[in-house]
C-alpha cells in the first residue's frame, strides 16, 4: 500500500517550510512521526508531493530517512501541470491546491493508496483504519471503494487564527456532503466561519475533513475531469484553488464514487501558523513519554 504525501505547501502564514521544522530534540518532524505510523500499520510505500526545487532538502532530511525500510518516491506540484487545452492564466503565482496536488503523483500509483497532509498529526488509529479498508479493496468488483477519516471539529481548531476545513454530513457510516470552509475559528466557547463577511456558527463535534483519505487508481482521471471543468469556469480569481474535498464531491455527486467515513479515537494536531509549534512539541513529548512512541523514532529498527 502506499501513502501520499502532501507537502508542497510553503507554509506562507507560518512563515516559512513548515514541514522541515523539527518538533523534537532530536530534529524530528511531524512527517516523521507519520511515516512511523504509516508503516507499523502496513504500508510499504511512500510517495511524497513536493515543490521540484525542494527535491534536494527533501531528500537529504526526510527521504533517507526511511528509504531501507520503504520505497519512497517523488512527485512535483508544478503551477502549469494542467489538463490538456489549458494554459496558466497571466499573472497567476502558485499552484492550484491540493486536488492539483494529488494528482501530481498520478504517475507513480498504480494501486490503492492513503492521502494526508504532510504538516498535520493523525494518530495511528488513522493509519490502521485507512490499511484495513484499503486491504479489502477488491479493484475487479469494485473500483471506486474510497474512503476517509474524519475528525471532531473542537479538536482541529487554533488559537491563533483561522483554518480551513472539510465540513462534512455524515449518514450510515457514508459521506452526504462536504463543504470547504476556508475560514473557520473560535471565540467563545463556539466555532463559526466566515463567508461573505457573514459569520455562521458551527457544533464543535462537526465532522471535518483533514485530507486523510483513501482512495483507489481511478480517482486521477476523475479528479482530472473535475480540474477541467474547474479551470473552464474561470472566474478571473488568480488565487482560487481546486480543494480535493471538493474533488471527491463532484465525484460523489456523479454517482461514481462512495466514501465511507471512519473516525479515528486519536487527537489530530496540525501547524498552521507559527505559534501553534510549541503546542505540537508538548503533545508529541507526552505521546513519547508514555510510550506510544519511542524517545528516537530514527532508533525503531534497532531496538
Not at 33 to 60: H, M, P, Q, T
Not at 196 to 220: A, E, R
Not at 286 to 299: F, M
Request: aromatic share 12%; proline share 3%.
Amino acid at each position: 500500500m502506499t501513502l501520499l504525501i502532501l507537502a508542497a505547501g510553503l507554509g506562507s502564514r507560518y512563515g516559512g517550510l513548515k514541514q522541515l521544522d523539527p518538533v523534537t530534540e532530536n530534529g524530528e518532524f511531524i512527517i516523521d512521526f507519520s511515516v512511523y505510523d504509516a508503516i507499523k500499520s502496513g504500508f510499504d510505500k511512500i510517495v511524497f508531493v513536493i515543490k521540484e526545487e525542494n527535491l534536494e532538502l527533501f531528500r537529504e532530511t526526510i527521504g533517507k530517512r526511511f528509504e531501507d525500510q520503504v520505497k519512497v518516491e517523488y512527485a512535483f506540484q508544478k503551477i502549469d501541470d494542467l489538463p490538456e487545452g489549458f494554459s496558466v492564466p497571466v499573472g497567476r503565482e502558485k499552484p492550484w491546491g491540493t486536488a492539483q496536488a494529488l494528482l501530481a503523483a498520478r504517475h507513480c500509483i498504480n494501486e490503492p493508496f492513503a492521502v494526508i497532509n504532510a504538516d498535520d498529526f493523525y494518530g495511528r488509529n488513522a493509519y490502521e483504519k485507512l490499511a484495513a479498508h484499503l486491504r479489502g479493496v477488491d479493484l475487479a468488483a469494485n473500483p471506486s471503494p474510497y474512503c476517509m477519516v474524519g475528525y471532531v471539529l473542537e479538536n482541529t481548531l487554533t488559537d491563533n487564527g483561522t483554518v480551513s476545513r472539510g465540513v462534512c454530513e455524515v449518514k450510515d457510516g457514508f459521506l452526504v456532503d462536504v463543504v470547504e470552509r476556508t475560514k473557520i475559528s473560535k471565540g467563545n466557547g463556539v466555532a463559526f466561519f466566515t463567508e461573505d463577511g457573514k459569520d455562521t456558527q458551527l457544533s464543535m463535534d462537526t465532522v471535518v475533513s483533514m485530507n486523510c483519505w483513501g482512495f483507489t487508481p481511478d480517482i486521477f482521471d476523475r479528479v482530472t475531469k473535475g480540474f477541467a471543468e474547474f479551470l473552464a469556469n474561470d472566474d478571473g480569481n488568480l488565487k482560487r484553488e481546486y480543494y480535493l474535498p471538493f474533488a471527491v464531491k463532484e465525484i460523489m455527486d456523479r454517482g461514481d464514487c462512495r466514501v465511507r467515513v471512519y473516525s479515528s479515537g486519536d487527537s489530530w494536531y496540525g501547524v498552521t501558523y507559527r505559534e501553534d509549534h510549541e503546542r505540537v512539541v508538548e503533545s508529541l513529548k507526552a505521546l513519547r513519554d508514555r510510550g506510544i512512541y519511542p524517545q528516537k523514532l530514527n532508533e525503531r529498527e534497532k531496538a
